[in-house]
């Protein structure tokens, strides 16, 4: 996702790259359930998720009925270096992160979970995803209580001892030390910037995956961080 907001001239550079950019990750594909879930509770609840790029994975949870809010940002690391151009340097602690907020009357953090590694990444991968490489772009579950990151390592633990994917889940499970909005221009950029060569090659397919796999979840209005809604 580096050469943001670029001119027509780089874009259709931009183009031309993509022609032999590096294979997307691995085709999405439904994986089982959690055996283990939270107990519905009342009131919003959050989790930050690291996938890779923040945008696909906002773009992924801004047309997840239940889903409140997805904000893009950083966690890891501190809030001095929480700016884009200082995290796409690799040496920050800072993972490209969303905030999901949802209703847990209707989806549960097991579900969230469960979409997140169907559709949102390819969790085998360490320290990347697709054409993104380094720490800022590796997966995590950053919980925000002892029940999160119980449930969270214990799917993860379900999922490997299943062989749901061909390789070991890199996926890390820790405690949120603290979320920090990415900027403006970052927000909604999937649903802003549909034409964007990254996002066609590389989101929109996830999104298009949401819709086909989990359909009873699917909302085709996002719900933007820029609305409000």
């Known amino acids: 996702m580096r050469g943001l907001l670029l001119g027509g001239a780089a874009v259709l550079a931009i183009g031309a790259f993509l022609l032999h950019m590096p294979a997307r990750a691995a085709d999405p594909h439904v994986v089982p359930a959690p055996v283990a879930d939270l107990a519905t509770a009342t009131g919003p609840q959050t989790v930050v998720l690291s ?17 409140t809010r997805a904000v893009s940002g950083y966690a890891g690391g ?19 992160s969303v905030q999901v907020t949802f209703d847990p009357r209707q989806i549960s953090f097991g579900h969230v979970l469960q979409i997140f590694f169907s559709v949102a990444l390819d969790p085998t991968e360490l ?50 030390p603290g979320f920090y909005p990415a900027e403006a221009y970052h927000q909604d950029f999937l649903a802003t910037h549909p034409d964007y060569p990254y996002i066609v090659y590389n ?8 819709k086909t796999m989990f359909p009873s979840d699917y909302r085709e209005q996002p719900t933007l961080v820029a609305s409000g809604s």
Not at 56 to 65: C, N
Not at 78 to 96: I, L, P
Not at 203 to 210: E, G, I, N, R, W
């Open 78 to 96: 501190k809030k001095e270096t929480a700016d884009y151009e200082t995290v796409s340097g690799g040496d920050t602690g800072h993972a490209e």
């Open 127 to 176: 320290n990347r995803q697709g054409p993104d490489e380094g720490t800022q772009y590796r997966s995590e579950v950053w919980a925000v209580n002892a029940d999160e990151a119980r449930v969270a390592k214990a799917y993860i633990a379900q999922l490997d001892a299943a062989h749901v994917f061909a390789r070991p889940i890199a996926t890390r499970v820790d405690m949120l």
């Open 203 to 210: 989101d929109l397919p996830k999104v298009a995956a949401l």
């Open 51 to 67: 996938g890779g790029c923040f945008w696909g994975v906002q773009g992924v949870f801004e047309h997840v009925k239940g889903v």
